[in-house]
């Protein structure tokens, strides 16, 4: 168990990153793009792509779980960033922003299709260079599994 004084100085850290939000971790940015997919998706997906100073080591494609989205990842997408990884985070069907066709409509193979639809359309020129890091919370990090 944590003492008293920890536990107190853990639950106040916590509140003031729920109503401040987390932590800068150093010079990077953020670029958000809506991409459009036809069929057999018929979605309009929102995906953060996140690039860290610098050359990064790898892209990481994140994933969030099910009744979720990618703000909700945001300090440790951050974290992924201050260690050098460029980190595309995407809203899956019928979840936070992405809108379209319902997730009902997508089995884990159509899913798996749908994040390398994303994968292709958000490369930069030195993709091939580095290594791509498939991560994922909950359901997305089984759906990162069955990928692999």
Known sequence: MFPQSRLCLFAF??????FVGPPSWGDS???????????PFYVSAKVDIHSPAGVPK????YLHGLGDNKDNH??????RVKDGYR??????????QTE?????RFTFRKLG???????????????????????????????????V
């Open 87 to 96: 980190v595309i985070a995407v809203d899956l069907p019928s979840h936070g």
């Open 113 to 147: 299709s749908f994040i390398l639809s994303i994968e292709k359309a958000t490369r930069d020129p030195g993709y091939q260079a580095r290594p791509l890091i498939l991560e994922g919370w909950s359901t997305g990090g089984l759906l990162a599994v069955r990928m």
């Open 100 to 104: 379209g066709s319902s997730l009902n």
């Open 74 to 79: 945001e300090p440790l997408i951050s974290r």
């Open 29 to 39: 940015s953020v670029e958000t793009k809506t991409i459009e997919l036809g069929c």
């Open 13 to 18: 850290v916590s509140v003031f990153f729920l």
């Open 58 to 61: 790898g892209d990481i494609l």
